[in-house]
């Protein structure tokens, strides 16, 4: 998973991982329990969104802070899609969030989800 050096120490933080360094996220079992947990932890956030995929893929792609600005910085009031993907000033965001929701979709009709 992609997980930046900042959040895989927010992880190791909130987890009370004792001693860890960066380069402990080329191990494969470190870096998917810190990217699901960051993943997780941003689907949490946005729970009370009728659909929280596109925004906690945001976050997870983005930050928290830019997820929230794109959702004109009220994450609790709902919001549709189509407003919150008008709102993503990032194009790799952006292109990130539609590619995983398109690969979601594709999956889900086949039964694998």
Request: proline share 4%; net charge positive.
């Amino acid at each position: 998973m992609q997980v930046s050096e900042r959040a895989a120490r927010e992880w190791a933080r909130e987890t009370q991982v004792a001693d860890f360094h960066s380069e402990d996220l080329l191990d494969p079992k470190t870096n998917l329990e810190a990217g699901a947990w960051y993943l997780r932890r941003a689907f949490q956030h946005w729970e009370h969104q009728k659909k929280p995929a596109m925004f906690a893929l945001a976050e997870y792609n983005a930050g928290a802070s830019r997820a929230q600005r794109w959702a004109n910085n009220d994450p609790d009031t709902p919001m549709s899609e189509q407003a919150f993907r008008k709102n993503i000033d990032f194009p790799s965001t952006r292109s990130y969030v539609t590619s995983v929701l398109q690969r979601y979709q594709f999956y889900r009709k086949r039964g694998r989800m």
